[in-house]
C-alpha cells in the first residue's frame, strides 16, 4: 500500500502547424493532465487503494512516426505501469502494446488492430470500422444516400474501414461509382488537388471523406477550385468535426453539411447546456491553470478539445484502477477496464469496453455545419448506437 505507479503521457506537439496558424493549438496537454489528476485527487478518487500517481512525460509530433515509437521507449525505459495516449499517437501505442504495457489511447484503429494488439490497447474513440459501418447505416436511414452516386476518398490510415463501408453501402444497394485510394497518412497527399477533377468527370454527386483533416481541406479546396460542388455528409474521422478544421474548408460548398460525431461539439452553438462531466472537467482546469477555458463562444477551440479528451483518459484510467483491486497489476488494470459501463465522458457521450471491444465510445449524434457562425451546432442527442453491426437508433 501506498506505492505510486508510474503513469506515461503522451503529449502531442502541434508546434508546426500552430506557427501555419494559432488557431491549431490545443494548449499546454501536460498541465491539462495534471489538472485532470489534481480533480481527481480534490474528489477523492486518487489515491486508488491507497495508491498515489506519477506522471511521466514524453512529446512527439503528429506527423513523425518514429517520434511517437520513440516517446513509447522513454515509457518503457521509465516502466511505466500504463500510458494515456494522445491525438494520433497510434504508432506509439502500439508499440507499448507489442511490450506488454496497457495503453489507453484516443483515435480510433480498425477492429483488427485492437484483436492483434489485445488485450493491451484500449482506444476512447470506437473502432474505426464500426465507426465508418455505423456512419453508412446512418446515412442510409436518413435518406441522405437515396439516388445519390457515390465516391469515396481514403487513405493509408483508413483504407481498411472504407472497405468494410463499401461492403455496407453495396448490402444497402447504393451506387458506390468511384473510389479514390490515396497515399496519404492523415496529413495530406498527392491526390487531393487531382481527386475532385475525376469524382467530377464519373458523375459522382455525394463525397464521403474518409481521410485526414488537411486532405479533406485540400480536397474541397480543390473541387471549389474547378466549379465541382457535390453533397455532403461527413463524420468524426480525421477531425472533421471540430471547428477549427470545419472553418477551413469552402463556406459556400460546406454550408449545412450533415455529420455524424461522438463528440460533444455543438452545444454552445445550439444553446444547449454543457453536460456535467464537461462542466466539471473545465472548471477542474481552470482552477489548476489559473484560467479560462473558451466556453461562451459559440464555437469550441483546439484547447476547450484537448482539455475534455485528457479528462476522459485520466477517468478511464482510474476507475479501471479501482476496478483492479488493491495490489494491481497490468493484466489486472486490463481487467479492470473491460468492467467498465457507461461511465459518464467529458468529450463525448458515456464509455464502455468489453472484452474484445476494448473501444469507448457507444454512441453518436447528428450535427450541422453552419458557415455563417463558423461552428457545428448539435441536431440530436447522443442517439445514434456505434455497434458491429452497423448502428442503429439508441
Known amino acids: 500500500m501506498g506505492q505510486e505507479l508510474t503513469i506515461g503521457i503522451a503529449v502531442p506537439d502541434l508546434s508546426e502547424y500552430v506557427a501555419l496558424d494559432p488557431s491549431w493549438s490545443i494548449g499546454d496537454p501536460e498541465q491539462q493532465c495534471i489538472a485532470a489528476v489534481e480533480r481527481c485527487r480534490d474528489d477523492g478518487r486518487i489515491p486508488i487503494h491507497g495508491r498515489d500517481v506519477r506522471l511521466v512525460f514524453a512529446s512527439y509530433r503528429s506527423n513523425q512516426p518514429a517520434e511517437k515509437v520513440a516517446a513509447a521507449r522513454r515509457f518503457a525505459e521509465a516502466d511505466a505501469f500504463a500510458v494515456l495516449g494522445g491525438r494520433d499517437f497510434t504508432d506509439g501505442a502500439r508499440r507499448l502494446a ?81 473510389l479514390i485510394d490515396s497515399d496519404g497518412i492523415g496529413v495530406g497527399s498527392e491526390h487531393d488537388e487531382s481527386a475532385p477533377a475525376r469524382f467530377a468527370a464519373e458523375g459522382v454527386d455525394l463525397l464521403l471523406g474518409f481521410v485526414g ?31 477549427v478544421t470545419a472553418r477551413r474548408l469552402p463556406p459556400e460548398l460546406y454550408d449545412g453539411t450533415l455529420a455524424l460525431t ?18 466539471a472537467a473545465l472548471e477542474g482546469y481552470e482552477r489548476s491553470s489559473h484560467g479560462a477555458a473558451a466556453r461562451v463562444a459559440t464555437m469550441t477551440s483546439g484547447e476547450w478539445s484537448n482539455v475534455l479528451i485528457t479528462s476522459d483518459l485520466v ?80
Not at 105 to 117: C, E, G, R
Not at 215 to 242: C, F, K, M, Q, V
Not at 365 to 377: P, V, Y
Open 213 to 243: 483533416g488537411s486532405s479533406w481541406i485540400n480536397t474541397l479546396r480543390a473541387a471549389e477550385g474547378i466549379g465541382y460542388r457535390p453533397n455532403l455528409l461527413d463524420l468524426e474521422t480525421g477531425e472533421h468535426t471540430n471547428d
Open 262 to 279: 461522438m463528440s460533444r461539439v455543438g452545444d454552445l452553438a445550439a444553446g444547449r447546456p454543457l453536460g456535467a462531466e464537461t462542466v
Open 315 to 394: 477517468t478511464l484510467l482510474v476507475e479501471g484502477l479501482r476496478r483492479a483491486g488493491p495490489d494491481p497489476s497490468r493484466a489486472s488494470l486490463v481487467a479492470g477496464l473491460e468492467q467498465l459501463r457507461s461511465i459518464p465522458m467529458a468529450s463525448g457521450a458515456d464509455a464502455t469496453f468489453r472484452d474484445g471491444e476494448h473501444w469507448g465510445f457507444r454512441s453518436a449524434r447528428t450535427i450541422r455545419w453552419d458557415a455563417d457562425r463558423g461552428a457545428w451546432t448539435a441536431v440530436t442527442d447522443f442517439d445514434w448506437a456505434l455497434t458491429c453491426g452497423g448502428g442503429q437508433e439508441a
Open 98 to 178: 507489442e511490450a506488454g504495457v496497457p495503453v489507453i489511447d484516443v483515435n480510433a484503429v480498425p477492429s483488427a488492430t485492437l484483436q492483434k494488439d489485445a488485450p493491451w490497447l484500449f482506444t476512447l474513440r470506437p473502432a474505426q470500422d464500426v465507426l465508418y459501418r455505423s456512419f453508412v447505416a446512418w446515412a442510409h436511414a436518413g435518406g441522405h444516400l437515396d439516388g445519390r452516386v457515390i465516391g469515396i476518398f481514403c487513405d493509408r490510415l483508413t483504407r481498411q474501414s472504407s472497405a468494410a463501408a463499401i461492403d455496407e453501402l453495396n448490402r444497402l444497394g447504393h451506387d458506390v461509382r468511384t
